[in-house]
């Protein structure tokens, strides 16, 4: 398995474009997850999906954020219109399953975002 | 309200030498998961290990270890005979059933190895 692949891997932007981080879970993983990674507040979670369908989003910082889970292998985190403070590493990771913690996340190579 | 602790945002050793990481924890649950996570300067995560509350056995993989203790909280990491290649941010977290099984980490430890 590829494991969970995302794209771009590296994007440059100047505030408020818009700007569109996707992600491929690996196959059979029913759970996704989107975290953001800065130097201020480490890892957190933005939103997961179990099924396609959006779990929880109170992660999601401001109506700037949104994301979508339109099949099964394939999800997309949009900001628009994108800030300075926006600049951190973008995760996407999967899973099997939502009903119990055992099941290991399997992250991505992350999406390095830089908003001028 | 679960809750992960790294104290160590920082630790410098010399290739050779053991290193242990620290992870405390919080949670109302009785029954929730640890698990360790590598971050090298390539950004990715990697895992390392997971571990069941009801599973107290420290385990070893390698060079690595890790000690579960209940009565303390804590999940601590050990390498032995530490390597460059250890270099990374090693993260600590936690998923239990009250925070709906999502996983919660803590700030992370960077390990620098030098030569």
């Known amino acids: 398995d590829a494991g969970v692949i995302q794209s771009p891997r590296h994007e440059v932007t100047e505030m408020g474009q818009e700007v569109t981080l996707r992600c491929k879970p690996i196959?059979?993983?029913?759970?996704l997850f989107w975290y953001r990674q800065t130097m201020m507040r480490g890892l957190e979670l933005l939103i997961y999906?179990?099924?396609?369908?959006?779990?929880?989003d109170s992660g999601m910082p401001e109506d700037r954020f949104s994301a979508k889970m339109p099949n099964a292998s394939f999800s997309t985190l949009k900001i628009q219109p994108s800030e300075p403070r926006d600049s951190a590493v973008y995760f996407c990771?999967?899973?099997?399953?939502?009903?119990?913690?055992?099941?290991?996340?399997?992250f991505g190579a992350g999406s390095r975002l830089t908003v001028l | 309200a679960q809750k992960v602790t790294q104290a160590q945002t920082e630790i410098s050793v010399v290739e050779k030498e053991d290193v242990t990481l620290d992870c405390v924890y919080e949670?109302?649950?009785?029954?929730?998961?640890l698990f360790w996570y590598k971050q090298p300067p390539s950004g990715e995560l990697v895992f390392l290990i997971r571990?069941?509350?009801?599973?107290?056995q420290n385990e070893i993989s390698g060079r690595y270890s890790w000690n579960f203790q209940k009565s303390t909280s804590s999940f601590n990491f050990t390498i032995t005979a530490s390597q460059v290649v250890d270099s990374a941010v090693y993260f600590c977290?936690?998923?239990?059933?009250?925070?709906?099984?999502?996983?919660?980490f803590g700030g992370g430890t960077r390990l620098m190895v030098k030569p």
């Open positions: 196959s059979g993983h029913n759970s």
């Open positions: 571990r069941n509350s009801f599973d107290e």
């Open positions: 990771a999967s899973k099997f399953g939502l009903e119990t913690g055992a099941n290991v996340l399997t």
């Open positions: 949670t109302r649950d009785t029954t929730y998961y």
């Open positions: 977290a936690l998923s239990d059933q009250n925070a709906g099984n999502m996983l919660t």
């Open positions: 999906f179990n099924n396609n369908v959006p779990i929880d």
